[in-house]
Nanobody, 125 residues
Framework: QVQLVESGGGLVQAGGSLRLSCAAS????????MGWFRQAPGKEREFVAA???????TYYADSVKGRFTISRYNPKNTYLQMNSLKAEDTAVYYC???????????????????WGKGTLVTVSS
């Protein structure tokens, strides 16, 4: 069974950086797209970034472009480098996976079918 485990969250001051990691198991993941989503207190879950390993393409939410970078050095490990963090980046960050490698920007879940339990990022202002 697919398992996604996030790590790397924590408390950071505004302007600082954090790197989140997602370790995937249960499949080969070479034909999966991987993504990051977040949910702030009292708000809906929102897309942050995604990567399609097979297609070699990446996607970012406008709110994080130029500050966050998604990377995958192998199919099973996905990272989210977050720089210039702002108080509004405070949220629980979730790793997600989409079988078939297709990212679907027209869907709220971007085609993701598997989800981790999340890691909390708190940015103090």
């Amino acid at each position: 069974q697919v398992q996604l485990v996030e790590s790397g969250g924590g408390l950071v001051q505004a302007g600082g950086s954090l790197r989140l990691s997602c370790a995937a198991s249960g499949r080969t993941f070479s034909n999966y797209a991987m993504g990051w989503f977040r949910q702030a207190p009292g708000k809906e879950r929102e897309f942050v970034a995604a990567n399609s390993w097979s297609a070699g393409s990446t996607y970012y939410a406008d709110s994080v472009k130029g500050r966050f970078t998604i990377s995958r050095y192998n199919p099973k490990n996905t990272y989210l480098q977050m720089n210039s963090l702002k108080a509004e980046d405070t949220a629980v960050y979730y790793c997600a996976a989409a079988p078939g490698g297709t990212v679907v920007p027209g869907r709220l879940d971007y085609g993701m079918e598997y989800w981790g339990k999340g890691t909390l990022v708190t940015v103090s202002s």
